[in-house]
């Protein structure tokens, strides 16, 4: 007999979430299985963290309803501990002085900042668990470097071993890349094309949702998308069959000449003037 489906990581059923008599989320409903990988593409402010967090459990929809691992009832703090978060969020909470190795190391016991606290103290094969993983990502030789003065780039890859170090159901690439140049945005792409295709290997996989308002950040690993505009879903599905031309269009209201596709990566090419 075939093995029983896994149930889905998460399931909303047209959920919406209104605050100050204003819909920030409307009618959304969505579903991903564990290990899938969606992008969520949209203009800055149209709900897409907001979305993630609800979906994620970390706020309330006001209609609708959300699924966690096929049940409506779960324990929360048990479930964040398996979902990693990289974001510019994240980074702020983590001390600047501390080396990368124990910011790696902080994520096998949940905390932001490793203290060594009476029972959660870290064990040889988390240390051991931490080394491998910051090793995984390149970053072996940042392991006594402290956090703060590494590059963007590197640590959000440190962040990345961080997450993976819990064995995730979920990792959130929140968008990874703002704030950074278009040069270090390009490294930090290439190396995470790279990692994707390397953990396919992983069993389970934990499924991968990358935030992000740039088309062209959406790599070929991610082929599903999800579309917001002004918290109400404008497409989703297939990644190469949603976003267009014309539903880039009406995400950003404005005028495109076409969207080309380089190296696997869609690049929108505005007109010139005429």
Known sequence: MPEPRAAPLFELDSVGLVRD????LADVT??????????VLGPNGCGKSTLLHLALGRLWPTAGSIRRLGRELLDLPAFWRRVGWIADAVATQIPAAEPAADTVLSGTVGQFGLRLLPGLEPTAAGRDRAA???????????AGR???VLSQGERQRVLVARAIAADPVCLVLDEPCAGMDPGARERFLVWLTGWLDDRRALAPPPAILLVTHHAEEILPAFEQSLLLRAGRVVARGATARVVTREAFETLYDTRLERLEQVGGRLWPIWPGRG
């Open 132 to 142: 491998a993983e910051l090793a995984r990502v390149g970053l072996a030789h940042v």
């Open 30 to 39: 969505w579903r991903v299985d564990q290990g899938d990988r969606w992008a």
């Open 146 to 148: 402290p956090f703060g």
């Open 21 to 24: 008599g204003r819909d920030i």
